[in-house]
């Protein structure tokens, strides 16, 4: 099938230096490189499979964040943290990428955001609803690529996607992203809840990492 858009990774705003990881690699993920986006204020640690790459993001820097025009993933941080964010404020990120349709056009209504880590004239679109903390936080690179499974990786191709948020009509910018990979789905819900299935889920089996993430894996 051809796609004009495609998810090309996938974020958890989580603690610092995300101690959470090690669970999921005591779980059997394999861990890739990490890095830091510097004026951006924040640092990860990722996960790879063949098609989406898995970041778990933190404030490595609050002033930098706060002073950079993506200041609004301060207020999305983890309620753990003392923080004016809202109980309902989404930790999870979108990422998109071109698909396999040749494209100009970008994903959704946004603006482009041009970090200094990024060398010109490669920028990054944010999508308009950023500022709709209950959603997540949407983004878009013309430059992104299809990922590679490490050695050993326990899962292979990132085969579904759902994720959980508070009751409401989803913003123009949500459904058109919706839209364009229909293994994206949106599921009303008392709190976050990122559910990711791999291989087909043929094995039938799950994994929930909560409290340490909101997030449940399906094999």
Same mark, same amino acid.
């Given at each position: 099938? +051809?796609?004009?858009?495609? @998810?090309?990774?996938?974020?958890?705003?989580?603690?610092?230096?995300?101690?959470?990881?090690?669970?999921?690699?005591?779980?059997?993920?394999?861990?890739?490189? /990490?890095? +830091?986006?510097?004026? $951006?204020?924040?640092?990860?640690?990722?996960?790879?499979? $063949?098609?989406?790459?898995?970041?778990? &993001?933190?404030?490595?820097?609050?002033?930098?964040?706060?002073?950079?025009?993506?200041?609004?993933?301060?207020?999305?941080? %983890?309620?753990?943290?003392?923080?004016?964010?809202?109980?309902?404020?989404?930790?999870? /990120?979108?990422? @998109?990428? =071109?698909?396999?349709?040749?494209?100009?056009?970008? #994903?959704?209504?946004?603006?482009?955001?041009?970090?200094?880590?990024?060398?010109?004239?490669? $920028?990054?679109?944010? /999508?308009?609803?950023?500022?709709? *903390?209950?959603?997540?936080?949407?983004?878009? *690179?013309?430059?992104?690529? %299809?990922?590679?499974?490490?050695?050993?990786?326990?899962?292979?191709?990132?085969?579904?996607?759902?994720?959980?948020?508070?009751?409401?009509?989803?913003?123009?910018? &949500?459904?058109?992203?919706?839209?364009?990979?229909?293994?994206?789905?949106?599921?009303?819900?008392?709190? =976050?809840?990122?559910? @990711?299935?791999?291989?087909?889920?043929? $094995?039938?089996?799950?994994?929930?990492?909560? #409290?340490? &993430?909101? @997030?449940?894996?399906?094999?």
């Amino acid at each position: 099938m +051809t796609t004009q858009f495609q @998810l090309d990774h996938i974020f958890i705003l989580t603690d610092v230096g995300a101690p959470a990881a090690d669970k999921l690699v005591d779980f059997g993920l394999v861990e890739g490189p /990490g890095n +830091t986006h510097p004026g $951006q204020g924040t640092a990860n640690r990722r996960f790879f499979f $063949q098609n989406v790459m898995l970041e778990l &993001l933190w404030v490595a820097d609050a002033e930098e964040l706060k002073a950079s025009d993506l200041s609004v993933l301060w207020h999305r941080r %983890p309620p753990g943290w003392h923080r004016e964010q809202p109980p309902a404020a989404s930790p999870f /990120g979108l990422c @998109l990428r =071109p698909g396999t349709t040749p494209t100009v056009d970008v #994903p959704f209504p946004g603006w482009p955001y041009c970090p200094s880590y990024l060398p010109a004239p490669l $920028q990054i679109w944010i /999508g308009n609803n950023a500022d709709e *903390l209950a959603e997540p936080f949407l983004f878009y *690179l013309s430059f992104g690529k %299809p990922k590679a499974s490490p050695p050993g990786q326990r899962f292979q191709t990132v085969s579904r996607l759902s994720l959980t948020g508070p009751p409401g009509t989803p913003s123009e910018t &949500l459904t058109k992203t919706l839209a364009h990979d229909r293994t994206i789905e949106w599921i009303s819900g008392n709190e =976050p809840l990122m559910e @990711l299935g791999f291989d087909q889920e043929s $094995q039938g089996q799950t994994m929930d990492f909560r #409290p340490h &993430l909101p @997030l449940r894996l399906c094999w």
